[in-house]
DNA sequence: ACAATTCGTTAGCTGTGCTAATTATTATCG
DNA sequence: CGATAATAATTAGCACAGCTAACGAATTGT
């Protein structure tokens, strides 16, 4: 705050004008990488909980369903249904019998990276296409969005 | 860049990393975001469409649901639900009677406006509160990730 | 004029989210 | 130690959103 007068306003409408833009252009692009996930057979919301299994290693069921931001009834159903098609386990907690674990067979691990590496690789192939400085961009920026999201309050 | 012997790999995993860290920092941004949405009383698909047709004008069921990449079917059920709630009206398209015409009403659109302005809001606070560099580098970027969703292919 | 196409709807399925209630286990406290 | 409270996962039951298939009404084309 220097020189400008009215400067509240025209700060926030310009702060606004990039969070318009920036929300529209996430949607748009996950809807088109979305495409891309149904392939490995496996809905989002399952593959993105098999995504935290495989990377978050053996974990109780209530972790995951936190990790997830579900409830755990329906994360319950998750499990129910990546176990069914042979991509994780449960086993009982040995040192709490109210909890289970919950860990990805090596099928798991198999589906979730071809999965991941498909959809990147989707992805990679457009962000390889731009210039160099927009390269550059983008990739502040990803930092930058992270930040973002995880202070977006209320 | 410049110096790299071994180009082709390394270029590529970058671009894979940058891929993967987007995608990660759009899921997390629209996670927080959505829970602002919920409070129009809206779910995310036909505040969605809502917007479609508030900013889009009168349009029929079949480019409505193109434009939301959605089948008929499902918008005929969106559409219904709005529809029951006063928020947009139908009526027969005068030049073909197959068709019809989807339209915002007065309350349809004071809610769309409301509902967005509470959504960007927090997100816009979010992004007042960075650096104006990086204010800068995020605003270049919602440009490029827009061209970006465009171009995502296959 | 009639056959083919197009548009929206209906019917019926799967999947994902929720809350409330149940069951089993662990923690707490008198 | 034992009764009670709290916690973890599940089950039951609801709403909504996505799909395909099938259908009726209207338009287009020959």
Redo the contacts with the bound molecule.
């Keep these: 705050m220097t020189k400008a007068r009215a400067s509240p306003r025209p700060e926030l409408e310009r702060a606004e004008r990039i969070a318009d833009r920036l929300h529209s252009a996430a949607i748009h692009l996950l809807r088109r990488l979305r495409k891309e996930d149904t392939r490995t057979g496996?809905?989002?919301?399952?593959l993105s909980a098999l995504s935290v299994v495989v990377f978050g290693g053996p974990l109780?069921?209530?972790?995951l369903?936190a990790a997830?931001?579900?409830?755990?009834?329906?994360?319950?159903?998750?499990?129910?249904?990546l176990e069914r098609l042979g991509l994780v386990t449960?086993r009982p907690?040995p040192?709490?019998?109210?909890?289970?674990l919950i860990e990805a067979t090596p099928k798991g691990k198999a589906v979730m990276m071809a999965g991941r590496a498909r959809r990147v690789a989707s992805l990679a192939r457009a962000v390889a296409r731009l210039e160099s400085k927009e390269k550059e961009t983008i990739e502040r920026a990803a930092d930058i969005l992270e930040r973002l999201a995880a202070r977006v309050r209320e």
């Design positions: 496996l809905s989002a919301p399952r109780t069921l209530g972790a369903a997830e931001q579900v409830r755990p009834p329906t994360m319950t159903r998750l499990v129910d249904a449960r907690d040192e709490d019998g109210r909890q289970i």
